[in-house]
């Protein structure tokens, strides 16, 4: 507890959990509405929908190194035609975090686009109809109707999605190895390298029992929010 390291991986952890678990849900509520207003051609939209989720955290991690290599990367080939400088996506301290999360954020937010569409076809027709008569627009039956009925199934969606982004290992491991510095070391990445990498594994055993707290905690209110949903 007196290792400045470790709170600041964990305040990491914290941030970037808090990031990524708002994007997926922004995107997925957004994706998920276009869908549900979608008729045709909706399996195949799903389909495509689920390829980044069926793909492994190594895998995508792996591509998009390639793609945001600095030199030879598509995306700094494609900021140089449009007239943009490169950047260094992965090699900067001040961006390497939050282009880690963008990967994440376009791995996981399939995921919330699944659980929110299927609440979104679950929710029953007669207050729409019933707005409809009253004459409340499209806005008003989103913002009074939608989301409170929704709230069940999106409650459960991020305590899932926050379970799974304190757990992150595989995306910083691949990427960046915890760098530069220690910018990107989430709370698992610093137990890894303290166990492992610096041979001290008590520290490594506190730092994952933490971590394992945190997680256990959200797990309880996980099956807390669907013991309320019944």
């Known amino acids: 507890m007196s290792d400045p390291l470790f709170w600041g991986s964990l305040w990491l952890t914290v941030k970037y959990s808090v990031v990524t678990v708002v994007g997926e849900f922004v995107f997925g509520l957004g994706i998920a509405l276009m ?13 495509i929908l689920t390829i980044p989720m069926a793909m492994s955290p190594v895998s995508v991690a792996l591509i998009w190194r390639m793609l945001l290599q600095p030199n030879l990367g598509i995306v700094n080939h494609v900021l140089e035609t449009v007239g943009l400088p490169r950047m260094d ?13 963008g990967i994440d954020i376009w791995q996981q937010t399939s995921f919330v686009v699944l659980i929110l569409a299927a609440g979104l076809a679950a929710l029953p027709r007669d207050p729409y109809e019933a707005a409809d008569v009253d004459g409340a627009s499209q806005l008003q039956q989103f913002w009074f109707i939608t989301l409170p009925m929704l709230r069940p199934v999106a409650a459960i969606a991020v305590v899932i999605q926050l379970i799974n982004e304190f757990r992150t290992y595989d995306l910083p491991y691949v990427l960046t190895k915890g760098g530069p510095g220690t910018s990107t070391e989430v709370l698992s990445f610093f137990a890894y390298r303290r166990a492992f990498l610096g041979l001290s594994l008590n520290e490594g055993a506190a730092a994952a029992f933490v971590l394992l707290l945190i997680v256990l905690a959200m797990t309880i209110a996980f099956f807390a ?3 309320r949903r019944r």
Not at 35 to 47: G, I, Q, S
Not at 90 to 99: F, N, Q
């Open 225 to 227: 929010l669907l013991e």
């Open 35 to 47: 869908l549900n207003r979608t008729v045709r051609m909706k399996p195949v939209y799903f389909a």
């Open 89 to 101: 996506w992965l090699g900067s301290a001040d961006i390497a975090v939050w282009t880690m999360a």
